[in-house]
């Protein structure tokens, strides 16, 4: 069975970074697809960033220039690098995987920016 694990979520003052991190661990033949989504109040979930197996990214484009999505696939991690953090950056952000044709959703860590 594949859990995700997800760390690094917490709170940061506007103009800050963050880093979040998802493993991946269990029986894991092939990972295609990781991404990275967020969910705030009130708002449904949304996508911020995704990596395919290839390295081709896509970001949302409110992120654009400020978040950096990366993989490790020997780790099958996926991280998240939030630089330039603003208050609408506010969410519980959670990461997805496509293991073997299925989809995984992580727990979710919450983000918070405010001062």
């Known amino acids: 069975q594949v859990q995700l694990a997800e760390s690094g979520g917490g709170l940061v003052q506007p103009g800050g970074s963050l880093r979040l991190s998802c493993a991946a661990s269990g029986s894991i033949f092939s990972t295609n697809v990781m991404g990275w989504y967020r969910q705030s109040p009130g708002k449904q979930r949304e996508l911020v960033a995704v990596i395919i197996g290839g390295g081709i990214t896509r970001y949302a484009e409110s992120v654009k220039g400020r978040f950096t999505i990366s993989r490790d696939n020997a780790k099958n991690t996926v991280s998240l690098q939030m630089n330039s953090l603003k208050p609408e950056d506010t969410a519980v952000y959670y990461c997805?995987?496509?293991?073997?044709?299925?989809?995984?959703w992580g727990q979710g860590t919450q983000v918070t920016v405010s001062s």
């Open positions: 997805k995987m496509v293991i073997d044709v299925r989809v995984y």
